[in-house]
């Protein structure tokens, strides 16, 4: 069995934040989402994500995603590791990765577990101009591995190495249980570190490599909110060049966000300032224009999304949307339909090429094809307790400013005048209007003019 435990326990003292470190989100995904869906690439078949700070909101925002081992009260890296004890029995092989390195390729944990064929332990490292506060790799007079001092730890002379811990670890499984049990907290923080277990492992006589990274951008580790800013925008430009090198267009790649969960087809064409979340698809001939917002959003081919917000909906072919629309919560959207500005849909299915191009509400609604929705048509779907559902059949049209009070049903090429409000059902073909007949008063309206500038004048006096 391939294992990883993904260590997410601590607070993230340095992000002055509330919120634990490993939610804070890299392109879209918090940290620790973005490192479990890359392992599980890897080919890492359980998962166990140790958990302590504020944990409920870890497992709420991880859900079944992985396993959970909670550590309380948080004493050390190593600490950590322990309490996955439901894989202690496991005969496979474990990834131990720090939550909070959130740009690792999924080749690279695939080495790793490779590296366990001829080795019990393998340790990322990397060399790094300036190597800060990490954890140094000190080799031994071959140049092997021979163990890991904290920065805290070290004398001048390890300070001065180049070649620092990544905090991503290989081992053969019942070879880290039994390490783990002799970690001592004899250290600068009185904490259990995980890397110790380098030295521990030489000294049972099993074989330590150390396999090091090419590029110290990939495996940059986020303790404040400058590292953070750094790793949104080295995996931005990594997600964007791997989606352009395949045809996407992007008129400013610096300014386009992209989630890594999001796919394109051909000749989609990306300006500046949009932001592609969750498990977004984009179809084939699509342009999205500044200003738009789309998380877990299906959108087909030969559509213009124009600075609009999209979540958790889908619309299909030959379809305009905004500027300045609203579909959210499982709303579709049909082929070859206009949907203009400030337009909101809510959990509504809008049929095959209908139009509704201005300043609109349709809420629990279900659209026919055909159908000519006016400007500033309103479904009043709640009233304070409950929703209800509207019903607008094929070929129906809704004047101009209308509200249809929910639940209601329009037929079949049915009218509602404009201005009207429906309280009832419409059939087929009929036409519903319910407004106040016009009256016109001879002259009285140059009199109320005349009258008000009169007024308005001795106002000012
Ligand atoms: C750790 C390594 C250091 C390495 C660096 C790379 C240790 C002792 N040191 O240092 O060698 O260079 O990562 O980024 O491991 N955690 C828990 N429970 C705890 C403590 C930590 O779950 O009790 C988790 C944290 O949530 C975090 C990870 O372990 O995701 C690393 O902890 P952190 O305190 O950030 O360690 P570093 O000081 O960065
Ligand atoms: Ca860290």
């Not at 890897?42 to 870890?58: I, N």
């Not at 081992?69 to 590791?81: I, R």
């Not at 074989?207 to 949104?232: H, M, Y």
Request: with cysteine; glycine share 8%; charged share 25%.
């Amino acid at each position: 069995m391939k294992n990883a435990i993904i260590l997410a326990a601590g607070k993230g003292t340095r992000m002055h934040s509330d919120s634990p470190k490993v939610l804070h989100e890299v392109c879209g995904e918090p940290m620790v989402g973005m490192i479990i869906d890359t392992l599980k690439k890897a080919g890492a078949e359980r998962l166990v994500t140790v958990v302590g700070y504020e944990h409920e909101r870890v497992e709420a925002a991880l859900g079944d995603k992985c396993e959970y081992a909670l550590q309380e009260p948080q004493l050390g890296s190593g600490h950590a590791a322990m309490q996955a004890v439901q894989l202690k029995d496991d005969n496979g092989i474990t990834l131990v990765v720090n939550g909070d390195v959130p740009c690792i390729k999924a080749e690279t944990y695939r080495a790793l577990y490779e590296a366990l064929d001829d080795a019990d332990m393998a340790v990322l490292t990397v060399k790094l101009s300036d190597p800060a506060a990490y954890g140094r790799i000190i080799r031994d007079e071959k140049g092997n591995i021979a163990r890991i001092v904290e920065f805290r730890d070290c004398n001048e002379e390890e300070k001065a190495v180049n070649e620092i811990n990544t905090g991503i670890y290989a081992f053969k499984n019942p070879d880290l249980f039994a390490g783990l049990k002799e970690l001592k907290n004899d250290n600068n923080q009185q904490e259990y570190y995980i890397t110790d277990l380098v030295e521990i492992f030489i000294g049972k006589g099993k074989t330590v490599k150390a396999v090091v990274a090419a590029d110290p951008e990939e495996v940059q580790g986020v303790n404040d909110n400058v590292e953070l800013a750094r790793a949104n925008k080295y995996l931005r430009m990594r997600i964007n060049e791997e989606w352009m090198r395949k045809g996407v267009t992007m008129i400013d790649p610096e300014r386009t966000y992209i989630g890594a969960k999001v796919t394109f087809g051909r000749d989609v064409v990306l300006h500046p300032n949009i932001y592609l979340y969750g498990e977004t698809h984009i179809g084939n001939d699509t342009t999205i224009t500044p200003g738009s917002y789309l998380v877990n959003a299906v959108i087909g081919d030969h559509c213009l999304i124009n600075a609009s917000e999209i979540t958790d909906s889908e619309v299909k072919n030959s379809c305009q949307v905004g500027p300045y629309a609203h579909l959210r919560m499982h709303t579709l959207v049909e082929d070859k339909n206009r949907i203009g500005n400030f337009v909101e849909f809510k959990n509504t299915h809008f049929g095959v090429d209908s139009r509704c191009a201005h300043l609109t509400y349709l809420g629990d609604s279900e659209v026919g094809s055909k159908v000519n929705i006016g400007c500033g048509v309103i479904t009043v779907n709640y009233d304070g307790a409950n929703k209800y559902h509207t019903v607008i059949k094929d070929g129906a049209f809704i004047g101009s400013n209308a509200n249809l009070i929910a639940p209601v049903t329009i037929g079949e090429n049915a009218v509602v005048a404009a201005g009207s409000t429906a309280t009832k059902d419409v059939p087929d073909g009929d036409m519903a209007i319910s407004r106040v007949r016009q009256e016109n008063k001879e002259g009285f309206g140059r009199y109320y003019l005349e009258r008000n500038r009169a007024k308005k004048m001795s106002g000012k006096k």
